[in-house]
């Protein structure tokens, strides 16, 4: 019974913080258009620990990356074993271009491409996905993620097949350059 109680008390004060902070009605709801509750900006408009590095100078990152075979880490019981291949293991060229707000566009050449890559940049660390440039030719497709320290892009490519056939990872380290040219 003592557990009920308990498990009972928990869960209301669980209700309670997110009524609380899912709220979002402002205490200036009844207020007189001329207060001073009322002019006050919404909390939203604060900027937030998320917000997007600006960018000035520096709108593009090239440079190289070098791919090599993953595995794939299986729940005990599961037997599935994915083909040999070379398919994906190599070097190639990442570019990247970041807008003014923040968002992410670039390709990937090489073992690995041709891919296009969308994402954003948010203080100084970088998360995007890229896709094949040519869907039907079932390639690589993934995530790509990475953080700008002392002038550079530095990070990883974590990606598969369309059909898993191969696993790959791959590191990179991009310097400051001029943008690439938009996907066609």
């Avoid at 995007?128 to 550079?152: C, E, K, M, N, Y």
């Amino acid at each position: 019974m003592r557990a009920c109680a308990c498990a009972a008390g928990a869960a209301a004060v669980v209700i309670l913080v997110l009524l609380a902070g899912g709220c979002s009605k402002g205490s200036s709801e009844g207020a007189p258009a001329g207060s001073a509750s009322a002019s006050a900006p919404p909390a939203s408009a604060a900027p937030s620990a998320s917000a997007p590095t600006q960018v000035a100078k520096t709108t593009g990152w090239r440079g190289p990356y070098k791919s090599a075979a993953a595995g794939i880490t299986l729940p005990k019981g599961v037997n599935w074993k994915v083909p040999e291949t070379t398919e994906g293991v190599g070097e190639g060229t990442l570019a990247l271009a970041v807008e003014p707000d923040g968002r992410v566009t670039g390709s990937i050449e090489g073992a690995l491409g041709p891919a296009i890559v969308d994402g954003r940049l948010a203080n100084d660390e970088v998360t995007a996905v890229f896709r094949r440039q040519d869907p039907a030719d079932h390639g690589f497709t993934g995530t790509l993620s990475g953080a700008i320290t002392h002038g550079h892009l530095r990070g990883t490519l974590s990606c598969a097949l369309a059909d898993v056939g191969a696993v790959r990872t791959a590191t990179f380290e991009l310097e400051p350059g001029p943008p690439p040219e938009p996907a066609r």
